[in-house]
């Protein structure tokens, strides 16, 4: 047993100079290894700064690269500023030239334009004076027609149609002449838009259609006649003169039949009575007029048999009132009656009281005395059955 305790201690005391010596060889891998991390942390601060240093040079130079850059742009830009004034000078100086040849031009213009409105005004002195125009040395057809004036305010193609009435077999210089020698007001400026020293009749049409015309109203008129509908107070007449002209404004260039299509139309969508415009929308006519017929007739029949209806009732309430009448008369004459006979009793009552006084009040109902029928004090239900007894 001592012997096995001895190699047990001997055999603790070698693993503990093992353990002592391994652990001392840590301790120095330890102390190499922080040796090596100290120097690893060394490098890496130098590295860190070498590249501090680098980022700081290049900063530098990027700082420099900018500036040029920003000075480079700067005198690009201030020179393309400086070319900019030029050229803008020189276009300014270029439209100053050209609106000065354009005055120029218009100055010469209005000579020109205001020395043909006093050849035009010359030439209708002549015509209101002597009846006759002269153009370049000749003489055209007198005219004692009086041709219709124009200041704009009315319709163009009202008046157009009333001027080409009047002069539909001139010539194409006269009418242009009178046409000139009719505007007034307005209408006269429209001459100073025309650029031909002597425009002919087609030109001053146009330009006084493109300002006065109803082409561009089409499209207005339009919209009126589908919103058109008959109002409370307005006639069926009154409602068809009003579609009719109102087709014709929106759609003056369409054929007559397309015309005569649109009226019937448009004057039946727009009928206050859907019974009226269901039968005449059945009749399928071909004209306005016809439908305006046959919506009149249709009115006419339906306003009659209002009336006998009406009359019928008045009638019957007049007959009823005529009964009433008579009878509350004759119920009244019954009690008038009656009242007459009690006043008379107690007239004879009073006068036989006067002459005799030993002869009583008796009532005719309750047969007592002291009072009469009229004042009774039995109930009227009870003096009816008594009646009938």
Known sequence: MEDSMKQLMEMLSAMKEDMKSSHQKLEEKLEDN????????????????????????????????????????????????????????????????????VKEEVKEDKKEINKKIEDLETKVRQLSTTGVIKTEGTLTTPSKVKVPTYDGKASWNTYLRQFEAVVRNWREEDKATSLIAALRGEALEVLRTITEASPNYATLTSALERRYGDAHLQHVYQAQLRSRRQRFEETLQQYEADISRMVNLAYPTAPAEVIEQLSVSSFIEGLRDPEIGQLVRLARHKTISEALAQALEIEAAKQASRGTSKIRQVKTYQYQDRERKVQRPSKNLVDSIKDVLEKFTDGQNSEDSTTNRRRPIRCWTCGVEGHVRSRCPQPLAEQNQGNAN
């Open 34 to 101: 922080r040796e090596d991390m100290k120097r690893g942390q060394e490098e890496l601060k130098q590295d860190m700064r070498r590249a501090q240093e680098d980022m700081k040079a290049n900063q530098e130079e990027l700082k420099q690269k900018l500036e040029d850059k920003l000075q480079e742009m700067k005198t690009t830009i201030e020179d393309s500023n400086t070319k900019l004034e030029n050229k803008l000078k020189e276009f300014e100086e270029a439209v100053e030239e050209e609106i000065n040849q």
